[in-house]
């Protein structure tokens, strides 16, 4: 069993920075692809950010590519997403994702078998 726990979420002001925390558990976290997905109410899950289970690959949206960076701690068995110079239209539930047989650039939700329950991002004035 692989649980996935997310954390960090909260209210920024438009140009401020979150840093988003998961926490997976019940296998070897380094053998596992990481990535966060995003959903707005009324929109489709979307893609954020992925990274190898070696952590050299990285992958990201054109939407956040260079605010958002991913990263793991495979001592600390969690992944990282720090989102800076944030913007009203981050805001969405953000959703960690672990597979073992994906790579590091892999975009599709369907093709991640674990799943936490999300953290809320809400950026306003």
């Known amino acids: 069993q692989v649980h996935v726990v997310e954390s960090g979420g909260g209210s920024v002001r438009p140009g401020g920075s979150l840093r988003l925390a998961c926490v997976v558990s019940?296998?070897?976290?380094?053998?596992?692809?990481m990535a966060w997905f995003r959903q707005a109410p009324g929109k489709e899950r979307e893609f954020v950010a992925s990274i190898s289970w070696s952590g050299i690959n990285t992958y990201y949206s054109d939407s956040v590519k260079g605010r958002f960076t991913i990263a793991r701690d495979d001592a600390e068995n969690t992944v990282y997403l720090q989102m800076n110079s944030l913007k009203p239209e981050d805001t969405a539930v953000y959703y960690c994702?672990?597979?073992?047989?994906?790579?590091?650039?892999?975009?599709?939700?369907?093709?991640?078998?674990?799943w936490g329950q999300g953290t809320q991002v809400t950026v306003s004035s």
């Open positions: 019940g296998r070897t976290f380094s053998n596992y692809a």
């Open positions: 994702a672990a597979d073992l047989y994906v790579n590091g650039l892999e975009s599709a939700p369907g093709r991640y078998a674990y």
